[in-house]
């Protein structure tokens, strides 16, 4: 059986240690290192947790906030064997494979058969 690895994203509360509340006190220091994002970008990339990131994006954090990669991103064991799905996606709140969360596959009949 292979181990599952996560992430946690700490990049709002290391921000948050150097005095740093509002996601929009990133930009001028980006843009300073020559790395522009529009003001929702850079709120995502604080607020929600990153799928991919640009290792020049992911070392000018670490050069602004003067931190290293364990104080943004901490590696834990992912939970559980499959996703959980809510209640509002249609369903009680499961675990289930990827394969359940495929849509059925459509057939096409000609009128008469």
């Known amino acids: 059986m292979n181990a599952k690895l996560d992430y946690r994203w700490h990049l709002r509360q290391v921000m948050a240690d150097r005095g740093m ?42 050069d602004i906030l003067d931190c290293s990669m364990d104080d943004l991103i901490e590696p834990v064991a992912a939970t559980g064997a499959g996703r959980k799905t809510s209640a509002a996606a249609g369903g009680a709140t499961t675990e289930t494979g990827v394969g359940e969360l495929r849509p059925t596959r459509a057939r096409i009949t000609r009128a008469g058969e």
């Open 21 to 62: 509340f509002s996601t929009t006190d990133l930009i001028p220091p980006l843009a300073a290192r020559g790395i522009t994002l529009s003001t929702s970008q850079v709120y995502r990339l604080v607020v929600e947790r990153p799928e991919r990131l640009s290792l020049k994006i992911l070392m000018a954090l670490l």
